[in-house]
């Protein structure tokens, strides 16, 4: 409790030294007000001794009653959310507080974004601001770029450049899926592009020109994903690849399951990861496949970059300990950590007007488990090293495509 104590003073002593949030929360922000508080902070709060939750709610209630000693807050409950964020941080670098929403829906962008396109206003004008390399966007529709200017979303024209006027016509999606028309920054060609509202986990799919070697990227992991990949698998060999690279760069994991349940796909024996937890149900438990001969037993070269990351990360290291596939890029980002989200209650009502739950009080994602590799030992800080280094991302495929190659000329793997 004292660690977790010291942790939230921190961190909120570091909100008061951004100038974002003065200007959003306090009133008046001046700095020879702010400052002395924050010099109390850390000569007398963070060292206030704090033995459990009891002692450390007790004492938040009291920082913020002196907080309005030096200056007034548009919002108190700020102090507290900081405050929780920092003790959540405390506990390791990836249990994060996440604050109450009040039961706001997500953005409708959101599920551009989720597709890898992200839209933006620039001289009043809606624009492509960006696409995420090796995104759905990017590999499915390589004619749009950075810089175009959308014209029409889902039918409805996007005159005056307001991301709110999208967010309205991106709710009305057609069988499903989003129309998206732009003409080039550079010339008035018009350009139509579809993005499916479910984003695929598996996409991509496609035989390499003039060579055996198929090709297909997960972008992350969801239920879906083990069924998908067997699909795309089974219609690479149907169009003659002898083996595949299958593309990791840029997933930042999703579910844990769905993961393991793939390596259990492409591994016919082994070990998958070993979980170390407090938690009965991921206390040293061993994740196995015995999958046999039901097993894909195409060569597989995997892709890997700083940000394949948690459950893709689970994938990586059980095909590489087991000697399933090779590996080419850059070392994975050293996430080996499993977290659930522990939704708080305290606050929450029910919507009189949807009779729905309302949550007020926000949700702690917390780690309940370290992931150990097979072989190579924890998967956290050092992450998973591919068996050949290519920092350059343009020279990625090709290199694994090499590889794949190669080993498409013997045996398959049994």
């Not at 459990?52 to 507290?80: C, I, N, S, T, W």
């Not at 920054?185 to 799919?205: H, L, M, N």
């Not at 972008?219 to 299958?246: E, M």
Request: hydrophobic share 45%.
């Amino acid at each position: 409790p004292q660690h977790l104590w010291a942790a939230a003073v921190e961190e909120l002593d570091r909100a008061l030294g951004s100038a974002a949030f003065r200007l959003a929360f306090l009133a008046d922000p001046r700095p020879d007000r702010v400052e002395p508080f924050r010099a109390a902070l850390r000569a007398h709060w963070a060292k206030r001794p704090v033995a459990d939750h009891k002692e450390a709610r007790a004492a938040l209630r009291r920082l913020g009653a002196q907080a309005q000693d030096y200056f007034a807050l548009r919002a108190p409950a700020a102090l507290a959310v900081e405050a929780a964020s920092g003790a959540c941080c405390g506990l390791d670098e990836y249990t994060v507080f996440v604050a109450p929403t009040a039961g706001a829906e997500p953005s409708p962008l959101a599920e551009l974004a989720a597709g890898g396109l992200y839209l933006g206003v620039s001289k009043d004008a809606l624009v492509v601001q960006g696409i995420a390399p090796n995104s759905w966007v990017a590999l499915t529709c390589p004619q749009l770029r950075r810089g175009d200017r959308v014209v029409r979303v889902n039918g409805r024209p996007t005159d005056g450049g307001e991301l709110s006027a999208a967010a309205a016509a991106l709710r009305a999606p057609a069988d499903g899926a989003h129309t998206i028309d732009v003409r080039g920054a550079e010339d008035d060609a018009k350009i139509q592009a579809r993005i499916p509202t479910a984003v695929p986990s598996v996409y991509g799919t496609r035989v390499l020109p003039d060579r055996p070697v198929g090709y297909t990227r997960i972008g992350a992991f969801q239920p879906s994903t083990p069924r998908d990949l067997d699909d795309a698998l089974a219609a690479l060999k149907a169009a003659g690849a002898r083996s595949a690279v299958i593309d990791l760069r840029g997933n930042h994991g999703g579910s844990f399951l769905a993961a393991v349940e793939t390596a259990r796909r492409l591994l016919p024996a082994g070990v998958i990861v070993t979980t170390q937890g407090q938690a009965a149900e991921v206390a040293n438990r061993v994740y196995t496949s015995s999958t046999g001969m039901a097993a894909h037993d195409i060569p597989l070269v995997l892709l890997t970059d700083a940000e394949t990351a948690s459950a893709a990360e689970v994938l990586a290291a059980a095909l590489k300990d087991n000697g399933r596939a090779t590996l080419v890029g850059m070392p994975s980002f050293g996430k080996g950590t499993m977290q659930y989200p522990l939704r708080l209650v305290a606050l929450d009502e029910v919507d009189p007007a949807t009779g729905r739950k309302v949550n007020k009080t926000g949700v702690v994602r917390v780690t309940i488990a370290r992931l150990i590799a097979p072989t190579s030992g924890p998967i956290t800080g050092a992450g998973v090293a591919p068996h050949f280094v290519e920092p350059d991302p343009t020279l990625q495929l090709e290199l694994a495509a090499d590889k794949a190659e190669e080993l498409s000329s013997g045996p398959m793997t049994p």
